[in-house]
């Protein structure tokens, strides 16, 4: 089993910064994919942005140039500094990570799935 523990989450006024922590432990051999979801009220979960395989990084087109996304390998944490928040960056956001737990299962090709718990971001005056 994989755990996902976030932090940093809170109020911030429009044009402000947060950062957001997540931090992976349990049994993990590779960690295929790690970054960072949301889900604003009565819409669906959307990625924000993640390290993808080989390290390449996915942004979101809409925090492009505003989100920052970064991590540390020997902590297994992953990080994303958000700028210039909008009101329409309020949301949950969930760190996810894709693990192999095993070599046997990065061999065989078999990874899974887990999630934090969310992380409450809000943009307002």
């Known amino acids: 089993q994989v755990q996902l523990v976030e932090s940093g989450g809170g109020l911030v006024q429009p044009g402000g910064s947060l950062r957001l922590s997540c931090a992976a432990s349990?049994?993990?051999?590779?960690?295929?994919?790690m970054g960072w979801y949301r889900q604003a009220p009565g819409k669906e979960r959307e990625l924000v942005a993640v390290f993808s395989i080989g390290g390449s990084t996915i942004y979101a087109d809409s925090v492009k140039g505003r989100f920052t996304i970064s991590r540390d390998n020997a902590r297994n944490t992953v990080y994303v500094q958000m700028n210039s928040l909008k009101p329409e960056d309020t949301a949950v956001y969930y760190c996810?990570?894709?693990?192999?737990?095993?070599?046997?299962?990065?061999?065989?090709?078999?990874?899974?799935?887990?999630w934090g718990q969310g992380t409450q971001v809000t943009v307002s005056s």
């Open positions: 996810y990570a894709r693990v192999a737990g095993a070599i046997t299962d990065a061999v065989a090709g078999r990874f899974y799935d887990y």
């Open positions: 349990g049994r993990m051999f590779r960690i295929n994919t």
